[in-house]
């Protein structure tokens, strides 16, 4: 079945540093979307990405889509502390997998003052 | 408007025992999706519903049932509690369950098996 991998899995970063997360998944997904989940809360949308090579940003955050449509990054510029969570990709295959997004395993943010 | 609720919060069971989750979509969301998140990985998909009918699951045993109530509220069961279901289970809503929409999560229920 679909597999969605992220790397790193952890990342400690010292304020106003940079960080990425990568995500690479199995197959080719018809979206993928990002989430962020605070500890102890719930996953909370932050984008989608739809079209091939596709680049979106949000402030500091910038979202970008493989052309080939099978993996992903997210990349925060001068990290601050609000940024510390757990962020993940979850991507759609379409046809039949209807409904079934598919989550990898997350990257956990620290950030260090 | 009111967010996704799910109730119970936390919940303690034993092996072998039952247990049903509830969940309220935001208001005008007709889709709802259950996830189970095992701590330390991300969500993973079980069921998805839309206008009460299931359009969705994912690779779980036939333990795991649901359905959709006509106000758009849903219930996730479980039968046969293994220690290996304790997780936190995940509700989210979506308008119309479409793989363009984001899901709107609740904050969960906190599943404990003893």
């Known amino acids: 079945g679909q597999q969605v991998m992220q790397i790193p899995q952890y990342q400690h970063v010292q304020e106003g540093e940079d960080f990425t997360t990568y995500c690479n998944s199995s197959?080719?997904?018809?979206?993928i979307q990002w989430y962020k989940q605070r500890p102890g809360g719930h996953p909370v949308f932050l984008i989608q990405?739809?079209?091939?090579?596709e680049v979106k940003k949000q402030k500091r955050l910038t979202f970008q889509f493989g052309e080939a449509k099978k993996n992903s990054s997210l990349h925060i510029t001068a990290t601050q502390t609000t940024d510390v969570g757990t962020y993940f990709c979850a991507g759609y295959a379409g046809g039949t997998s209807y409904g079934k997004l598919t989550f990898g395993q997350g990257t956990i943010l620290t950030v260090h003052p | 408007d009111a967010g996704v609720t799910q109730s119970p919060t936390h919940l303690i069971k034993t092996r072998g025992q039952h247990v049903t989750l509830r969940c309220s979509p935001i208001?005008?969301?007709?889709?709802v999706s259950w996830y189970q998140q095992v701590l330390g990985q991300g969500p993973q998909f079980i069921f998805q519903?839309?206008?009460?009918?299931?359009?969705g699951r994912g690779n779980f045993p036939d333990r795991f049932s649901a359905r959709q109530f006509p106000n758009y509220s849903s219930e996730l069961n479980v039968n046969a509690l293994l220690l290996g279901d304790s997780a936190l289970y995940l509700c989210a809503s979506s308008r119309t369950g479409a793989s363009n929409q984001p899901q709107h999560f609740g904050d969960g229920t906190r599943l404990s098996i003893l």
């Open positions: 519903y839309y206008e009460k009918e299931e359009r």
């Open positions: 990405l739809v079209k091939s090579g």
């Open positions: 197959t080719t997904l018809s979206n």
């Open positions: 208001s005008g969301h007709k889709s």
